[in-house]
């Protein structure tokens, strides 16, 4: 985990006079959420990342010429890890729902999460953005692009096709998703309410992962 502690460290001390937006990456295993975190990031690729991990990353970014302090959930896609996808979703400010055009089944599961996130919410008008990643391996393509778009549709949010492996797209999904975030935050009179009542939960959960990671270290 020695990646994950240095990437959290080198950014956590910038974080002061910038707004903190509260991202969850929703997706099944395997699809790349990791990889588009990590690249994000610290522009690098891991040579291999265990899918069973739930990690947390901070970075600060200028978006349309305002900071922006991320702080990024990074959700394991395995069933056996979804005991605290609901705790997800009532703390997220917005979703990054990721699936592989290589995988049918990974944009089965994607066409999923937009219900679940509604159960638990009770509400559509969610800051997200949907994801089919690894267009380096077109030639494995088992989901067009036209289905990404048609699922993008019926979802009324944006809609990238990336490769993490070959850092392509990546800042245009996280850029996105906080324009989405802003955009809707501005059309609430009581933003800054939701927000301090959302920062209890983030911490919680942020205290349940990392007892989480030390039981497992």
Not at 9 to 22: L, M, P, V
Not at 60 to 78: H, K, M, N, S, W
Not at 175 to 202: C, N, Q, T, Y
Request: aromatic share 10%; net charge negative; proline share 2%.
């Amino acid at each position: 985990m020695e990646l994950e502690n240095e990437m959290i460290s080198s950014s956590s001390n910038s974080s002061a006079g910038s707004r903190e937006y509260k991202v969850v990456m929703l997706g099944a295993g395997g699809v790349g959420k990791s990889a588009m975190t990590m690249q994000f990031i610290s522009h690098r690729f891991p040579d291999y990342h265990d899918p069973t991990i739930e990690d947390a990353y901070k970075t600060q970014v200028r978006i349309d010429d305002e900071p922006a302090y991320l702080d990024i959930l990074d959700t394991a896609g395995q069933a056996e890890f979804t005991a605290m996808r609901d705790q997800y979703m009532r703390g997220g400010e917005g979703f990054i729902i990721c699936y592989s055009i290589t995988d049918r089944q990974s944009f089965q599961e994607a066409a999923e999460f937009k219900e679940l996130i509604y159960r638990v919410r009770h509400t559509y008008d969610i800051p997200l953005v949907l994801v089919g990643n690894k267009i380096d391996l077109e030639e494995l393509r088992q989901v067009s692009t036209e289905e990404g778009m048609s699922l993008a549709r019926e979802y009324s949010c944006s809609f990238f096709e990336t490769s993490a492996a070959l850092r392509f797209y990546i800042d245009d999904v996280f850029h996105g998703l906080v324009r989405e975030i802003r955009r809707k935050e501005s059309s609430l009179p009581m933003a800054e309410k939701k927000m301090k009542r959302k920062d209890s939960l983030w911490r919680k959960l942020k205290g349940s992962l990392k007892k989480k990671k030390e039981s497992t270290t």
